[in-house]
T-cell receptor
Framework: DSGVTQTPKHLITATGQRVTLRCSPRSGDLSVYWYQQSLDQGLQFLIQYYNGEERAKGNILERFSAQQFPDLHSELNLSSLELGDSALYFC???????????FGSGTQLSVL | DQQVKQNSPSLSVQEGRISILNCDYTNSMFDYFLWYKKYPAEGPTFLISISSIKDKNEDGRFTVFLNKSAKHLSLHIVPSQPGDSAVYFCAASVIQGAQKLVFGQGTRLTINP
């Protein structure tokens, strides 16, 4: 158990819909990262938050947004969903930059 | 632009033998490299890392080698065990500034009894 909690584990929705993925980092970790893993793809970095502020941005679509709340949990919002958004979405946390990441078990999103 | 590449999607090794997983990178700014292991239905878990000031780091059965001039790193597992069967991801980052791990596509390692 990495200590990073992601909910829900599975999500099935339709094109055009909006969903929210939730992540609770390990106790004491200030940084939260979101990654997307599509079929046969590596983990694509989406966005990082550190203590409530956006720290780094990767290949995140404009239809996607995220935030980190004062209690340090984070949400990834995906809107106007398309079939190609179907993927495994991972959240990870770390105490500070330069440290290894601890990953949650992911949310499997299926857009039908 | 794939900055971190794992060119072998899969690798099959006999139990007890050495497993060698390879990774190439293109960004010369990377100064910290990690290997993660992933079992089905679980998130990746950290395995071993190496800083660019070193060329080797060892942890039990796992050794990571870094060749900066070739922009290449490898993970050696000796001896390989059935429990090592998993997908292995190579990752790299730049320590200065915002940490952003860039991952390779992964290599599925199967250890045959």
């Amino acid at each position: 158990d990495s200590g990073v909690t992601q909910t829900p584990k599975h999500l099935i929705t339709a094109t055009g819909q909006r969903v929210t993925l939730r992540c609770s980092p390990r106790s004491g970790d200030l940084s939260v990262y979101w990654y997307q893993q599509s079929l046969d793809q590596g983990l694509q970095f989406l966005i990082q938050y550190y203590n409530g502020e956006e720290r780094a941005k990767g290949n995140i679509l404009e239809r996607f947004s995220a935030q980190q709340f004062p209690d340090l949990h984070s949400e990834l919002n995906l809107s106007s969903l398309e079939l190609g958004d179907s993927a495994l979405y991972f959240c990870a946390s770390s105490r500070d930059r330069g440290e290894k990441l601890f990953f949650g078990s992911g949310t499997q999103l299926s857009v039908l | 632009d794939q900055q971190v590449k794992q060119n072998s999607p899969s690798l099959s090794v006999q139990e007890g033998r050495i497993s060698i997983l390879n990774c190439d990178y293109t960004n010369s700014m990377f100064d910290y490299f990690l290997w993660y292991k992933k079992y089905p239905a679980e998130g990746p878990t950290f395995l071993i890392s190496i800083s660019s000031i070193k060329d080797k780091n060892e942890d039990g059965r796992f050794t990571v080698f870094l060749n900066k001039s070739a922009k290449h790193l490898s993970l050696h597992i000796v001896p390989s065990q059935p429990g090592d069967s998993a997908v292995y991801f190579c990752a790299a980052s730049v320590i200065q500034g915002a940490q952003k791990l860039v991952f390779g596509q992964g290599t599925r390692l199967t250890i045959n009894p």
